[in-house]
């Protein structure tokens, strides 16, 4: 491209961005969370910090542990924070209170589910149900849990891309894992289509959220989902390894047979008493001693969502990957790049996945360059777009960075 091309795109697409910018009913978030001048699109890995959380994180610390101690555990609200905090991230995936419950990492949360749900199968007295459908494209810790889930309880693993879930369900199905957004391509998969389709199959559905909660609607009570699973540290913020949840729904509750009764899940769990008992609701889902330092953390960082609707959270998403994808196509050389992410609206998840044939090495430059995003083998560069603090002229600017590295 001639110089004096360049110059003119950077111009209209610089304009562009400042206007967009400006209409940006979500601009003022961004000074919500603690950044600089880098081009942060790396949210759907780690998610940023919201600026509130180290001093929250000092009380948690030095008063309610440090003066409080054990009697923190009342008085500052730690043995319930599990559901507190399960009723905070409900309204963000669609869901009533009382259904999620926090703690464990997304991995144990999946074992949980998937278990749980061949157990329903099986309490609906349905045995012949000798089969779980995996999605085969999953981030490959779900297809590993997967695997042992259906060791232990006596099924068949079987793998199969969303796509062609629909035709393998059969009355052998018990249970189907499916992810609502591909973590490599960022497809956005059928939630509601799908789930009514292993609901016509009398199988249970297991979503894991990963991906989409924060970034867009889910509607988990809407459509009938049974189980869902996702992390909190992803579009939800809530820090390095801050603890995952687990969506049970209502009615499924009083039949959720967790493969991991720990005390926490007990009825009457400061009963000791030796036979088990499950707790109702929620807590049901709990294990043991929750990790307080990191949930609380998590806690704060959802201070961020006040006035703030996944609608307009799903609208800015929608309207920076367009945007990303139309720099790119102006900035980055014809062929250099291949976006694997869907172009139809409701396909598309909040990142772009862009195959290039030295991805490894171009992201390197890239985040020397301060635009951040990350690799994922062999040949994608990702880029996540959180809407509450990436804005038009970050994604303008990322696109631009790109290009020049392509020429
Ligand atoms: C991020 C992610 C995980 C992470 O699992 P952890 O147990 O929290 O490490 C699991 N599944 C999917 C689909 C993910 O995107």
Known sequence: MSELRMSELVTELTAQAEKLDAAD??????????LDDAVYLDGNSLGALPANVPARVEDVVRRQWGSLRIRSWDESGWWTAPERIGDRI???VGAAPGQ???????????FKAVVAAVRLA???????????????????????IAESAARLTGRTLRPVTPSEVRDALSGRTAAVLLNHVDYRTGRLHDLPGLTAAIHEAGAYAVWDLCHSAGALPVGLDEHGVDLAVGCTYKYLNGGPGSPAYLYVRRDLQPRFDSPLPGWNSHAEPFGMNPSYEPATGAPRGRVGTPDILSMLALEAAL??????????????????????????????????????????????????????????EVMKRLIA?????????????????????VGY???ERAARVLGEMLV
């Open 25 to 34: 009913e979500l601009a003022a978030k961004r000074a919500e969370f603690a």
């Open 100 to 110: 999620i419950v926090v703690g464990d990492s997304t991995s144990v949360n999946v």
């Open 303 to 360: 201070d961020v969502w006040e006035g703030v609707s996944i609608d307009q959270i799903r609208a800015k998403s929608l309207a920076l990957t367009d945007f990303f994808l139309h720099c790119v196509a102006a900035y980055v050389p014809e062929g250099r790049v291949e976006s694997l992410t869907p172009t139809a609206h409701r396909e598309r998840g909040s990142q772009i996945a862009l195959r290039c044939s030295d991805a490894g």
């Open 393 to 395: 002229g970050d994604v």
């Open 122 to 144: 099986e309490s609906a007295g349905d045995g012949a149900r000798d089969e779980i459908l995996v999605d085969a494209t999953t981030f490959p810790t779900d297809g590993y």
């Open 90 to 92: 409900a309204p963000l």
């Open 369 to 389: 360059q301060g635009v951040i995003g990350d690799f994922r083998h062999p040949d994608v560069l990702r880029f996540g777009f959180t809407p509450l603090y």
